[in-house]
Every structure is written in C-alpha cells, then in structure tokens.
C-alpha cells in the first residue's frame, strides 16, 4: 500500500536536512509503530506524506498503490485515502465541527466520483460515530478544535478519521497529553478501525498507547532514519532502556 | 502558503466567473439620452404620476445640479458623464401594466434564469423548493423554507407582484412604487422623502429627480406580515442607470421583513445604480431588511462593472421601535452605502449586520450610522468585511448620541479578513457622545488564514477555493444567522462563488 524508499527530507527554508534516507513499506491490514525520541523526524514524516508546504524531498521517494504519494496535493492525497491525525490539531473559528466533517467528507467524495451523503443519512452515520467515541451533540456544534481540551482535540481527531473512513491512517502523537481513560476511548476508537483493508502507522513517544493499539511492527526513529525494526516486543525494550542505544549508533 | 504562492495565486486571479452576466434580449422603450428636466418630466409622465410628484421630482432635481459628487469615500473611478445615460428603459411588451398571464415570456424566462419563478403556482409546486426541507443549519437541524412574495424590477419598471391578494388579506400592501403612487398617494405623500430629504446628498437628489421604480410596503397596525416580501431588481439595458426607490412603513406594533436581491449583465461599460431606501418604524413595529446584493462586479481588471452609490436610512420614529438592516454584498465595482438608523423613539433600536465582500478590483466602502436621539435607545453593529485579490475594503462607521439620548448604548464589532497580500482593508469609526450617560463599545480584529489552516483544511481533502469558502461561512456567521431562513443556503453558495479565484 505504501512504500516508502530512501527518503530524504529538507527543510524548505534552512540547509538542513531532517529525514536522512528513510525506508518503510506497510501493507493492508498492518499497524506499525515509529518510536524515537524528540526532534527525530517523526511529526516531519507525517507531514511530508500528508503533503505540507515548507518541506523539500531530495532524494528518494513514497509511492501509495503504486501512485508517486509526493506528487499530489493534499486534499487529492485524502481523497485516495491518507489521513493524517495531528499531533497539534489546528483551530477554525466559526466553523462547526458538525459542518467541517459534512464538507470534507462530501468534497472527498466528489473528488472520487461518488454521491453526496443526504443530511440524514449523514447525520446518522456521524453520531453513531461520535457516540463511540464520547463526543458529544454540544461538541459536535462547536467550532473545529476552538477551545476544545487536549484530550477533546485528539477525540475529534480520532472521530474525523472514523467518519472519512480513510485507508492509511496515520496518527502523531495522538496519545500525548491524555489521562489514562481519555486513552482507552481514543483507542477503542482506532481499534474499531483496525481492518484487513486498512493500515496505520502509529507514531508515538511513548510504549505505553501500544498495550492498548498493538502494533504489528515497531520502528525505531533515530536522527531522520529507522535504525531499528521489530514486533510488538521492540517496544518493551525500549519502554525499559530508553532511546539513549538508538541515539549513540546513528552519532 | 509561502509568499512567492501568494504572489502567484494573485497573479491567476480570475473573477470573470459571474454567473450572472447573460443578457435578455428584448425591445426596450428609452427616455432620450441624457439629463435636464424634460427627462424628469417624461419619467413622471410615463408613471402617470400626480402633479405634487413631479413638482418633488424637479425640485429634488434642480437641488443637484448645484450639489458636488461626493469624494470623502475610499473609492477612486472615471468621472460619471451623466449626459451620456439612458434614465429610463423599459421593456416594450410591458408599456400597459399586465397580468401574471400575460408577461413577456422572455422577461418570464430571465426571472427563471435567475432562480427566481414568478408563477405563483410554480412556487407553490415548490419550482424554488420552498417549503422543502432544504438545508442544515449549524445544530444539524434542518431548515424549511417558507414562502416569499417578490415584486419584480426590471430596469426601470416592476415587471410583477406575487403573492399580493393574500397580503391584501392580512391589509398589507405590497407594489410598485409607481402603482402605489397611483394608489395609494396619501400615504405616500406623507412619508416619501420624510426620512431621505429629496435633496440629502449628491445621490439621493439625483434618485429623487429621476428614480422610476422600487417597491412599497405599508403594514397596518398590529399587522405580522404572513410571509417575507422581497423585491429582485435586474438591469439589463445599456448605458442605464437604475434609480430605484424603496419606501416602508410599518405601522404600530406591527411586524415585516424583507429582502432584496440584484443582478445586472456583464458589460464592458460601467453601470450606475443610485437607490434611496426609507424605512418608517412606528411604536412597537419592526423592519427587518435584508439585502443580497450581487451586482456585475467587472472583470478581473476592473473593466465594467455597476457602480452602487445607495442611501438607506431607517427611522425608528416610534417608542420602542426596531430596525435592522442586514447585507451581503459580493458584487459592484464600487460600493457606497451606509444602511443607517435614526434612533428617534424612546427604547428604539437598530441593528447593523453587514458582510461585504471584495474580490479582483472591487472597491468597497460601506458601513452604517447610528443616530441616538431617543432615550435608553441601543444599537448593534456587525462588520465583517473580506478582502481578496487587489480589492480595496473599507468599513466605515459612525455612531453618535444627541444631548437627550440619556443611556444610548453601541455595540461596535469590526472584524476584516484578509485572502492573499496585495488587497487591503481599512476600518474607519466615529464616535460622537454628547451625553455622559453614553456607553459605546467598539472591537475591530483583523486577521488571515493562516497556512497552518489551509494545510489543515486540504489534508482532509478540500480544495483550496473550498477552504476558502469554508474559511470564510465561519467568519460570516454570526451575521449570516441574520438572514431569513430562506436565504441563507442560496446566500452561502454565493459567498462561495464570489471568492472562487480568490485562490489559485
Ligand atoms: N517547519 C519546520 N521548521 C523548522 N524546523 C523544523 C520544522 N519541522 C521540523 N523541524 C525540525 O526538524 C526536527 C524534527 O522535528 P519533528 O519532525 O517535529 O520531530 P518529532 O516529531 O520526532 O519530535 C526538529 O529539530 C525540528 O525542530
Ligand atoms: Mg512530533
């Protein structure tokens, strides 16, 4: 499903390069993990498969069912399916959340060629998913992330992926800055998503969001490359020892 | 958005997407071309008017020939030859006033064209799907829209009134202001000009001598008008101004809102459009108006395009009394208009919401007057002004409190957006209190969508006119909820259109 090669990330502004000739290849179905320490590239690596401006590929490349991922735009990437949960999502004032879901999901689906959803059948599908997810109606009014807690953020984040349904799920950090319960929902939230068509890569900080999303694979992220990969094991050992190994090979 | 996009995407800039630029082709009877009191007599004649209105007009008319075009506004364009105008044109197959059966069905077809049926059996077979559950609003409610009674305006003359036995009904009258110059002439004579003296600015003089239609609107006492009346004024004639002039009058305690909608052509030449607007609130009445005002905006130079000089002016004559305006203006050239109240009545209040709208090289300069006379009056305002492209967008208001208006309270929020670097927006207040016991307050904010937005917006698969769009129904909410329910969906697409190009 995605394969990426090589890949070499600068910054667009500055000389300085902050992925330094990554390789990852996910199938249908897997999860994979990417751990590693602050500033290791992780967020710049979901950016740049997502489509973000300040970013300039180098060398290498990421191909997304055999489609050249880095030559789209962004909202062509979501309609083939790439979402990307934000570690920091982004306020839109005026706009309720409610309203946003019924635009994106309708403008992907013009994009693909397919009918628009009728208000109540929308409707339906959006609470059902809200629902699982603790969202409430009173959220669901309010303008996209304005004054929304960090938890009721990554909340949000999980729900847009739920109802755009896409194929490639990836979420930054989406564990950071939840209490243990706030946790639980948002994985019981990508859980129900976990599918045989599905992938996902999961990127976090720390072990503790994989005993509850259980990764297939585990990398490891280390100054702009996966200086390691394994199963779900990988983890515990780097819950125990740190990043401090990883970080000593790559200097 | 990094700044060399920006400056690119201006560069693409492209607003010739104006959807409503087709031309009817029809026989049209014209007064000669140009100005002098001739011309004022023949529009008054042609009207079948009475003698005391021709006797206003040519006064009104010789007032502006020593009046100066006014130039204190944020606007910059070729001086207006006003010998080279047509000042009265009107449909050939309209020369005798018809009914519903018997319109041109050419005129018939530019109303469809326009979305706008004026069959009354094609409204009810809900042609406009009015009554049809049509749109969500923001509580993912959905919204039916109720009926709406339109009076027709094409160039010079009201084509039609719908809806109008069942208004007589509730007593409303609802016509031309022609016909109720015919008609009813008392009522006219008492109010016409009672809040916009014929000679109260360069514009409104020029409308007072030579206007030749518009709509009329009286609602007697403790009278709730059973469904929002709307006028849709259309210029399709070269080289023709429109002068159209709206008079309303609620009487007390009763109740109307009513909205009106423009369009013209996609001409090379600029158009002119001067309209006078009164209101007249009595005790407990309240006039809710609401205007769309989506006028030829020229093309993406600047080329053509309707020049909208327009003064609307409401009096809350009456003890608790209410008027508020509420525009949305996407289109014109060169927008001057001040929809203002006059806070006469004790406990009177007006409202301002406004959304202007500026794209290619449109140049806006409109905001409001509130004029506190009466005691304990209030007023609110709402402002929000987008720019785009190299427009120019000004919001310019005044609020003031005569010595007597103990307690006079203002709220003032101005808030500008601003799309790409290279337009420009500008907030210009005036504050005059002349009581102590005056509470005004103001908030301004300007801000921009950011590229953080953007991103955010695209990655979940809108493009970015439709992050725009989106951006923007968010900025305009709060006023957008200001316009009847029926409006409101037809209102957001325009945004949408309006801004399309605004981004590459
Ligand atoms: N847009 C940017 N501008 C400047 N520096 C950036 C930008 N994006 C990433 N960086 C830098 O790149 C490195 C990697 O950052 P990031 O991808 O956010 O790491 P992680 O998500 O693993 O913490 C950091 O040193 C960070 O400061
Ligand atoms: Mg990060």
Redesign the pocket.
């Known amino acids: 499903m995605l394969k990426i090669e090589n890949l070499h990330v600068k910054l667009e502004d500055e000389n300085r390069e902050i992925l330094k000739g990554l390789s990852l290849s996910v199938k249908p179905g897997e999860v994979h993990a990417i751990m590693g320490p602050?500033g290791s590239g992780?967020?710049?690596l979901?950016y740049v498969l997502a489509g973000r401006d300040g970013y300039e590929v180098t060398e290498g490349e990421a191909m997304f069912n055999g489609e050249d991922l880095l030559a789209m735009d962004p909202n062509t990437r979501a309609a083939k399916g790439v979402f990307l949960a934000f570690?920091y999502p982004i306020e839109i004032p005026g706009v309720a959340t409610m309203q946003f879901l019924k635009v994106a999901l309708n403008a992907q689906r013009k994009a693909r060629g397919e009918k628009e959803l009728s208000i109540p059948e929308f409707m339906r599908f959006v609470k059902d998913r809200a629902a699982k997810l603790n969202i409430s109606q009173d959220m669901l009014k309010r303008p996209v992330n304005v004054g929304f807690s960090g938890g009721e953020k990554k909340r949000a984040e999980v729900l847009q992926m739920a109802v755009l349904e896409p194929s490639l799920c990836i979420l930054?950090?989406t564990d950071s800055g939840l209490d243990i319960d706030a946790l639980k929902v948002v994985a019981d939230g990508v859980n129900a998503l976990r599918s045989p068509v599905r992938a996902m890569i999961v990127?976090t900080?720390y072990q503790r969001l994989l005993d509850y999303i259980v990764p297939d694979f585990v990398h490891v992220l280390s100054a702009g490359k996966i200086v390691k990969s394994g199963g779900k094991e990988l983890a515990h050992e780097l819950e125990k020892n740190g990043y401090a190994d990883y970080a000593e090979k790559v200097a | 958005m990094a700044d060399q996009d920006t400056i690119d995407l201006v560069k693409t800039i492209e607003v010739d997407k104006y959807k409503y630029g087709f031309e009817t082709d029809i026989e049209s009877d014209y007064a000669p071309k140009g100005l002098n009191e001739d011309i004022v007599r023949f529009i008054s004649a042609k009207k079948g008017e009475p003698a005391w209105m021709l006797e206003w007009r040519l006064e009104a008319y010789r007032a502006w020939t020593h009046m100066e075009e006014p130039t204190w506004a944020k606007v910059h364009y070729p001086k207006i030859d006003f010998q080279d105008l047509y000042y009265y044109a009107a449909p050939k197959s309209m020369a005798a006033p018809k009914s519903l059966d018997e319109i041109d069905p050419k005129l018939l077809e530019t109303y469809a064209k326009l979305g706008i049926p004026l069959k009354e059996q094609e409204i009810l077979a809900g042609v406009r799907k009015q009554g049809e559950k049509s749109t969500l609003d923001d509580d993912g409610n959905e919204v039916t829209a109720g009926r709406v009674a339109i009076d027709a305006v094409f160039d010079s003359v009201s084509v039609v009134t719908t809806f109008k036995a069942e208004l007589a009904k509730a007593g409303v009258i609802f016509c031309s202001i022609s016909e109720a110059l015919r008609e009813h002439p008392i009522l006219v004579k008492q109010y016409l000009g009672s809040v916009v003296p014929a000679g109260d600015n360069y514009y409104a003089a020029l409308n007072a001598g030579v206007f030749s239609d518009g709509s009329f609107v009286y609602v007697p006492p403790g009278v709730r008008c059973p469904m929002e009346l709307s006028t849709y004024f259309r210029m399709n004639a070269k080289n023709t101004g429109q002068f159209e002039r709206t008079l309303i009058i609620a009487d007390k305690g009763s109740y109307v809102s009513y909205l009106e909608g423009c369009t013209a052509p996609t001409r090379e030449e600029s158009q002119l459009h001067a309209a006078v607007v009164e209101l007249i609130a009595l005790d407990d009445a309240e006039i809710k108006y609401s205007t769309v005002q989506n006028w030829y905006p020229g093309d993406a130079e600047g080329k053509g395009g309707v020049y909208n000089f327009v003064t609307k002016r409401g009096d809350c004559r009456g003890a608790r009394s209410k008027i508020s305006w509420t525009q949305v203006e996407t289109g014109s050239a060169i927008t001057w208009k001040y929809p203002s109240c006059i806070l006469r009545g004790e406990s009177s209040r007006g409202e301002f919401y406004s959304i202007a709208i500026s794209n290619g090289r449109q140049q806006v300069d409109s905001g409001t007057k509130m004029i506190h006379l009466g005691k304990n009056s209030s007023s609110r305002i709402v402002s929000k002004g987008i720019a785009a492209g190299r427009s120019d967008n000004t919001y310019r208001g005044l609020v003031s409190a005569h010595r007597k208006a103990l307690n006079a309270r203002n709220f003032t929020q101005c808030d500008s957006l601003l799309i790409g670097d290279q337009c420009g927006a500008h907030t210009v207040p005036y504050i005059e209190a002349k009581t102590s016991t005056a509470i005004f307050e103001h908030e301004a904010t300007t801000s921009k969508i950011s590229d953080d937005q953007m991103f955010y917006c695209m990655s979940r698969g809108l493009s970015q006119e439709e992050a725009v769009a989106l951006f923007v129904n968010g900025f305009v909410r709060d006023v957008l909820q200001q316009l009847p329910m029926e409006f409101m969906a037809e209102t957001q697409k325009l945004i949408g259109i309006s801004l399309e190009g605004s981004v590459g």
Do not use: A, G, L, Y
């Open positions: 602050n992780k967020s710049t979901s570690q930054d950090e990127i900080h």
